[in-house]
């Protein structure tokens, strides 16, 4: 997508979620293995790019996304502020996921940056959770 790639490259973490397995364990390792393939796939697109981190290659959203998501209940406004919280982390980028960004190159930095990003929004997730409802 030419507009807000990022964005858009997050929902399919969200039909992963919807439609993946339910068992905590399985998530994990699916979340797992996706993330090992992305070192190796997004750190090849990128040096085929020219580019760290191309605005094209959102395997790291779908990824953090996925993460994000496995803290929540699966109804509608969980699932919105799960996005709207990944989104912001992702953008926004606070310490240190910032300084992972632009110290670990390759695609370890593609995908470490946005986990950063997805534990963040779940922790404030099951803070809200816990402490707020």
Do not use: N
Not at 72 to 98: C, G, S
């Amino acid at each position: 997508m030419p507009f807000a790639p990022g964005t858009w490259g997050s929902l399919p973490g969200i039909a992963l979620w919807w439609f993946g397995p339910q068992d905590l364990i399985l998530q994990c390792a699916l979340a797992g293995g996706l993330f090992l393939i992305g070192i190796w796939i997004t750190g090849a697109s990128a040096t085929r790019l020219g580019v760290h981190d191309h605005s094209g290659i959102v395997l790291d959203e779908i990824v953090g996304m996925y993460l994000t998501l496995l803290v929540i209940p699966p109804e509608p406004l969980w699932i919105l502020a799960a996005f709207l919280l990944f989104r912001l982390m992702d953008i926004w980028k606070p310490w240190p996921i910032r300084e992972l960004d632009h110290r670990l190159g390759g695609g370890l930095g593609i995908m470490l940056d946005d986990v950063i990003a997805a534990l963040f929004a779940a922790l404030m997730l099951l803070f809200f959770k816990i402490f707020l409802i």
